[in-house]
């Protein structure tokens, strides 16, 4: 009987339910990026005035982790790869849902800072995501993320022009490569809507200081992370985020930063998916330019 | 973004918190054994239709003593994420008429729950009191009640300090008895201090506080 009971327990904490996988809301029925002719759901509407020209647009895949689980992922180049030797680039982390084509309207947003194609541009879709090969992991974000760095660098990139930037789940790649540093250190680090951990979604949901562990094995940590990074930080954030809120992620992530110079930027009526909307477009790129413009 | 907003890992986070139905409305007689399963959890609104979570647990009662029941239950849902969550009650008789056809019963219990997976332990104490009336020939019962979890961790994650020092309930419900067998229904308003906007999960919540749990249950009853 005891055998049995022990057996009966060791089935089931081995294949205990895990809700890691629910992460990733990444959309990979896509066959083609389509970019401005994507007709689906998009994140945002920019309109023709943010149009970039075509000749500055660069789909490309890469291989990310090829020494361990090697996959081939897209990424997206806007800006004068000639160039990359002595722009300056933002490096654009999306978000957990869909695929680039989803995020597109954002990328070309951010390709009129400053002024049309005025800095160079790079977003990929993580593994899972799109076009790009599956499945989704923690890792696997931390590696894509880094695949672009490793492209940026061969293409002359240097440290002290790289900027990422993390939207939502991409604040975890964003986080983790400027404070644990693999092919490139980035000089700032640009943080919308970021997480704490997975341990403050479950206080925030239950009401309760239960620990992330009951739930996922996700290892995600921005909150304990932030606290590595010495670069420059600019936090924005919805004050009605009705996902990730603010009061309990992004002002957490922000307190805990500990590095040489922060701004915060609390957006009044913006929720977790409208910060540039609810800013208006012009207010939002000026002030991701005086940030880069900060010496 | 909606993100994982209708179906997402975050709604499951609520399996833990008064995921159960009450687990002792009127201690049992002395000696006399009850076997309970219950079903339901707080609400959400899904796919537009609020509905309840559907959490699952078992229990086990005994009445040690005329007016003294011991309660032990384990949630069945929590166990496939690889986490025991156990509790144990003890159903004190503080007051009955004599006619035995109201009363009052305070339950203190406490909740732990044990993760596999790394190992964390976190137990809740829990205090609740419930008013019972007693009609008919079976006879069957009303009840209300309040109750609520303590926290016992003064901080939360990151450090951050704890603001929620209870997880507070109101509870109204009818058990329906036969000879051996009682049907629970009941409705709890958990967490009504707690602003429920902005939140990662899309609680039904009535001037956006707290949220509706709703619960059914069985108990087969065995006497000495």
């Given amino acids: 009987m005891k055998k049995i009971i022990y057996i009966a327990l060791a089935v089931l904490f081995s294949s205990c339910l895990r809700l890691d996988s629910f992460l990733y809301n990444a959309d990979d029925s896509l066959t083609e990026y389509k970019l401005d002719a994507y007709e689906g759901e998009v994140e945002i509407e920019v309109g023709p005035a943010y149009d970039v020209d075509d000749s500055l647009i660069h789909l490309m895949t890469l291989q990310s982790d090829p020494s361990g689980e090697n996959k081939t992922i897209w990424a997206v180049y806007v800006g004068r790869i000639a160039n990359i030797a002595t722009d300056t680039i933002i490096l654009y982390c999306h978000g957990n849902k869909d695929h680039l084509d989803f995020y597109w309207s954002r990328v070309k947003l951010l390709a009129n800072t400053g002024s049309k194609n005025r800095y160079g541009i790079m977003a990929m879709d993580y593994r899972g995501f799109g076009v790009s090969e599956g499945p989704s992991s923690e890792e696997g974000l931390y590696a894509d993320v880094d695949a672009c760095m490793a492209w940026l660098k061969q293409m002359g990139l240097s440290d002290d022009r790289l900027i990422i930037y993390g939207y939502s789940m991409g604040s975890a790649p964003a986080t983790e490569l400027t404070a644990n540093v693999r092919t490139m250190q980035p000089s700032k680090l640009m943080l919308e809507a970021p997480f704490a951990s997975e341990e403050v979604f479950v206080e925030d949901a239950s009401g309760l200081s239960l620990p992330g562990s009951y739930f996922t094995n996700l290892e995600i940590n921005n909150g304990d992370e932030i606290k590595k990074v010495e670069e420059p930080f600019f936090w924005i954030h919805g004050v009605n985020d009705d996902y990730i809120q603010m009061k309990t992620h992004g002002e957490t992530v922000f307190g805990n930063y500990q590095g040489s110079y922060s701004e915060a930027h609390r957006i009044e009526g913006a929720v977790h998916n409208d910060v540039p909307v609810v800013m208006g477009y012009p207010e939002y790129l000026d002030a991701v330019h005086k940030f880069i413009l900060r010496p | 973004m909606g993100i994982i907003k209708s179906i997402g890992w975050l709604v499951l986070v609520v399996l833990f918190a008064s995921c159960n139905a009450t687990r002792i409305i009127k201690p049992l007689e002395k000696g006399e054994k009850a076997v309970s399963a219950g079903f339901g959890g707080p609400s959400i609104n899904f796919a537009g239709a609020p509905i309840p979570v559907p959490l699952t647990s078992i229990s086990y009662a005994h009445g040690i003593d005329t007016g003294l029941t011991l309660a032990a239950g ?36 406490m909740h732990f729950m044990y993760d596999f997976n790394e190992g964390n332990y976190r137990n809740y104490p829990q205090l609740e009191a419930i008013t019972w009336w007693q009609y008919g020939e079976k006879p069957n019962l009303f009840y209300g009640g309040v109750g609520t979890w303590v926290e016992l961790n003064k901080t939360k994650a990151h450090g951050q300090v704890q603001t929620n020092e209870l997880l507070p309930w109101v509870t109204i419900g009818h058990q329906f008895n036969r000879a051996k067998w009682s049907y629970l229904t009941e409705l709890k308003y958990l967490g009504f201090q707690h602003e429920t906007f902005p939140l990662v999960v899309d609680y039904v919540s009535p001037g956006g506080r707290g949220t509706i749990g709703v619960y059914i249950g069985i108990s087969r009853r065995f006497t000495k």
Avoid: R
């Fill in chain 2, 74 to 109: 384990l949630n069945t849902t929590s166990l496939a994420f690889g986490v025991v969550q156990a509790d144990i009650s003890l159903g004190i008789n503080v007051y009955q008429t004599k006619a035995k056809k109201f009363g009052l019963t305070a339950t203190p219990a």
